[in-house]
């Protein structure tokens, strides 16, 4: 016998979507589960452009200002090895969770990992990850991938402050790899001559603002931030960031080099676009990724992020939510990160309601309960 589908009903700040099927649908009819908040925000789920998403668990490693990315690697490796085995140590899949579980938290419902394909992404993953073509540098691993039109190619590229950084810019161009399908993440050191060559060939920029700030004291120069240049955010990992992407917009916000809109497209439509998924949307048919925050994601921290869908399965609520979720509730957990308790809805298949009837269930945030 097949399970029958829940129906789920977001009200939040005076609107309302309905959810079936992993799509959004109209706010019309019979729903299994109702969740109200009031005073919340209604937004598509963010785009994180970039992170590691195995490398979450580490806390921030190495003594910086460096040179280039090469010499912080070269450093922690010594320096930090024991920390680095027992980070290693952590099973794959646990490690890959770590971060799908930082990114949800933060209200990120797709993200690019820079790094190989892992199975676990196609093992009911609690987020999506996006397959971006990509290598890691030119300084590690040199085999570089023929350029395909139209098809987006990530690589980091003059991530450091020095003459070699700066050199990489016209050395991927010998490769024909600069193009308008380039995602060059960071950019930081990048010469006159590089910042021509990117702008010219219509290539867009990955900004990470606060790994770029701690491992080198500044980011990526400002004329790659006009508007002829499509600038995506991305959170990186927390080996050398300062938190989860809705920190990396705050970070971003006070260096006061993208105006909101932009900032707030480097998570949504611009980032959909340049890695190749359709935009962000809360219309009927749109899949159903989607967050309600408590104020702008450009202020807001994971305390403000109230329920976050994605694929239409709820995969992060606040505690006063919880009772609507019947009995996919009891699949998931509670959990309490930097002092901010939620609901983790780690389930792997668990439906809303089993067969046999449904049970409409309903819950309304009220702000005074809300768990920080």
């Known amino acids: 016998m097949s399970r029958p589908h829940a129906r789920l009903l977001v009200e939040a700040g005076g609107q309302a979507l309905g959810i079936e099927d992993g799509r959004i ?51 922690i490796h010594v320096r930090r090895a024991d920390e680095i085995a027992r980070g290693r140590a952590v099973p794959r899949r646990e490690a890959l969770l770590h971060g799908a579980w930082k990114n949800l938290r933060a209200g ?17 993953f609690p987020l999506r990850v996006v397959r971006v073509a990509s290598a890691h540098s030119l300084g590690f691993g040199a085999e570089l991938p023929a350029p395909v039109a139209g098809t987006p190619f990530a690589i980091h590229l003059a991530e ?58 500044l980011t990526a120069p400002a004329a790659l931030r006009e508007p002829d240049v499509d600038v995506l955010l991305g959170s990186d990992s927390l080996l050398t960031a300062d938190g989860s992407a809705l920190r990396e917009l705050r970070v971003a916000r006070d260096l006061k080099l993208l105006d909101d809109d932009r900032l707030l497209d480097a998570v949504g439509a611009v980032a959909a676009r340049r890695i190749g998924i359709e935009a962000p949307s809360l219309e009927v048919g749109a899949r159903a990724d989607l967050v309600v925050f408590r104020r702008s994601p450009l ?27 019947g009995p996919l509730a009891d699949a998931g957990r509670m959990e309490a990160r930097d002092g901010v308790v939620r609901w983790i809805g780690d389930q792997r298949g668990s439906p809303l309601c089993e067969p046999g009837g449904r049970s409409e269930r309903r819950a309304t945030i009220d702000s005074s309960r809300i768990a920080r």
């Not at 790094?115 to 196609?122: G, H, I, K, L, M």
Request: overall charge negative; hydrophobic content about 45%; glycine content about 8%.
């Open 299 to 325: 202020e807001a921290s994971e305390a403000d992020v109230a329920l976050v869908v994605a694929g239409g399965v709820p995969r992060v609520a606040d505690p006063a939510l919880v009772p609507a979720l």
């Open 160 to 217: 450091g402050v020095d003459a070699e950084s700066a050199a990489e810019v016209s050395a991927l161009a010998e490769r024909a790899l600069v193009t308008r399908d380039l995602l060059a993440v960071h950019a930081v050191g990048v010469d006159d001559a590089g910042i021509a060559l990117l702008r010219q060939s219509g290539a867009a920029i990955v900004w990470c603002p606060s790994s770029n700030v701690f491992l080198f004291g």
């Open 108 to 124: 990120v419902t797709t993200v690019v990992h820079h790094d190989p394909w892992e199975p676990a992404f196609d093992d009911d």
């Open 25 to 75: 649908v109209a706010p019309t009819g019979r729903f299994d589960v109702t969740l109200r908040v009031p005073d919340g925000l209604l937004r598509p789920g963010l785009v994180n452009a970039h992170d590691h998403l195995h490398r979450n668990h580490f806390g921030r490693l190495g003594t910086p200002p460096y040179a280039n990315a090469y010499e912080w690697g070269r450093d």
